[in-house]
């Protein structure tokens, strides 16, 4: 099962996901952004939190489950120091994998014990999306087929409703390593005269790098990301079947 370009992505999929979540290492105030980042992908058919419920630690956690409808797994610590539930998640995960229809995982954790798993979900068809802080380890970020940090998920509810005035979410930063990714996404998709479709553009970046999203930049939308960078050109053209109007990109040619 493929994943959708950026900017066609399947916000009516039918899609079945297991939403498995470490409450030991994601944060309570992503929860309602976390759910909705999963609603593009398909439908949360499993929610599943683990821990250890009778700490108090979890405690902002234990206030959203109800609403939220997420089941939690009970994990004691059996010993000090020792993260008891990174092994119940992956039992889990491979009971889910044998006995349920599932199209894909969703690991929530910035836990790199799950690399390996992550790995051999995808082995067996499944695509697995991975939810973690900028702090997870590269191993799990590269493993999964696409990964969302959850700096851009967190809660913000008790801020004003802004939204087209809202602040970007971190200062563009254009290097080297960014431009070539795009340069490189739009050259594989573009015609002879170098221009490409955004829509094809974004699947070339996803499979070259499961953790770019343009977000992480500031920008709701890939094209807005294109459109602020002077390396690039952009062009709407009006749908051949349709009323809509489509955008392509090239890369901008030296004078």
Not at 14 to 39: H, M, P, S
Not at 50 to 67: F, H, M
Not at 208 to 215: K, L, Q, V, Y
């Amino acid at each position: 099962m493929p994943l959708l370009p950026f900017s066609s992505q399947a916000e009516n999929s039918q899609a079945k996901l297991a939403v498995l979540i470490d409450a030991d290492n994601a944060q309570a105030t992503i929860i309602e952004g976390l759910l909705d980042e999963v609603a593009k992908y398909g439908i949360a058919s499993v929610k599943r939190i683990y821990g250890d419920w009778t700490s108090s630690n979890l405690r902002s956690w234990k206030e959203r489950l109800l609403a939220n409808a997420i089941q939690p797994i009970q994990q004691f610590s059996y010993t000090v120091g020792k993260n008891a539930t990174d092994s119940a998640m992956i039992i889990d995960a491979m009971d889910l994998l044998y006995s349920q229809k599932l199209d894909g995982f969703c690991i929530v954790s910035s836990d790199s014990d799950f690399t390996r798993l992550a790995a051999r979900l995808r082995e067996s068809g499944c695509m697995v999306y991975g939810f973690g802080a900028e702090k997870t380890p590269k191993a799990f970020v590269k493993v999964c087929d696409k990964f969302i940090y959850t700096e851009i998920l967190l809660d913000n509810q008790e801020e004003s409703d802004e939204t087209e005035d809202r602040p970007k979410a971190r200062k563009l930063k254009v290097d080297n390593k960014l431009l070539k990714l795009l340069h490189d996404s739009v050259d594989d998709s573009a015609d002879e005269s170098g221009w490409a479709y955004l829509g094809g553009v974004g699947q070339k970046i996803n499979n070259r790098s499961s953790e770019f999203d343009p977000r992480n930049y500031g920008f709701k939308k890939l094209g807005d990301l294109f459109r602020s960078l002077t390396q690039f050109e952009t062009e709407e053209r009006p749908q051949e079947h349709g009323t809509g109007r489509q955008v392509y990109i090239r890369w901008k040619k030296k004078r």
